[in-house]
């Protein structure tokens, strides 16, 4: 079945560093892309998606390209603000709708001042 | 607009206890979904509705049963509580079954089984 791994964390980086988030996916056809954000005590929030090979999500400074050669959907961020602490999961569409994602494990980020 | 409420917050139960999760959203969304969270596991999947009087299975539904009675609302029930079950779980809603539409999730309900 459809699968997603990514970077197992925790991550701690200093303010102003660069972030990537690897992830890599198994999936028949064509799935959306996803990452989702949960920050402490709340449910997850959509950050970015990509619905087609070399799509190019964003948001908040937040980036991630689907390619579909390496099956990769990496997450990346120039400089982390204190305000990006969360959890951080990849996740694609299972067989089509969006009522069936099917999420990377996540991986925890910390940004110290 | 509240978007998706879960209630309650907290739970804990004792083995054998049945209990109903309530979820509720009010952006008239068709399709939802009951999610469990564990820690190294990420979010899987136990239940899922695509419209009032449709549900299905997801990867983890053993234990569990839901019910889609109106677009609105979404209960899941634990039939006999084990301490397995013990994690935290997420509703979520979509508009669309389209599979690049955003997915809304409820705060969550964290459910202790001792």
């Known amino acids: 079945g459809n699968s997603v791994t990514q970077m197992e964390g925790p991550v701690t980086l200093s303010e102003e560093a660069f972030l990537t988030i690897n992830c890599t996916y198994t999936?028949?056809?064509?799935?959306?892309l996803f990452w989702y954000v949960q920050y402490p005590g709340e449910g997850l929030q959509l950050l970015l998606k990509?619905?087609?090979?070399?799509d190019k999500g964003s948001n908040k400074g937040f980036e991630a390209t689907y390619r579909k050669e390496t099956t990769s959907f990496h997450l990346e961020k120039g400089s982390v603000q204190v305000s990006d602490s969360a959890v951080y999961f990849c996740?694609?569409?299972?067989?089509?709708?969006?009522?069936?994602?099917?999420f990377g494990k996540g991986t925890k980020l910390t940004v110290n001042p | 607009n509240a978007g998706v409420t879960q209630t309650p917050k907290f739970q804990v139960l004792k083995t054998g206890q049945s209990m109903t999760l309530q979820c509720a959203q009010d952006?008239?969304?068709?399709?939802m979904s009951w999610y469990r969270q564990d820690p190294g596991m990420g979010l899987r999947l136990i239940h899922y509705?695509?419209?009032?009087?449709?549900?299905d299975q997801g990867e983890v539904p053993n234990g569990y049963n839901v019910s889609r009675s109106t677009t609105e609302d979404f209960p899941l029930r634990l039939l006999s509580a084990a301490p397995s079950q013990t994690s935290v779980y997420f509703c979520?809603?979509?508009?669309?079954?389209?599979?690049?539409?955003?997915?809304?999730f409820g705060q969550g309900t964290r459910l202790t089984v001792v």
């Open positions: 979520a809603s979509s508009y669309s079954g389209a599979g690049n539409t955003e997915a809304f």
């Open positions: 999936a028949t056809g064509y799935p959306s």
């Open positions: 990509a619905t087609k090979a070399d």
């Open positions: 996740a694609l569409s299972d067989g089509g709708g969006s009522e069936k994602l099917v």
């Open positions: 952006m008239n969304h068709e399709y």
């Open positions: 509705s695509v419209g009032a009087g449709i549900t």
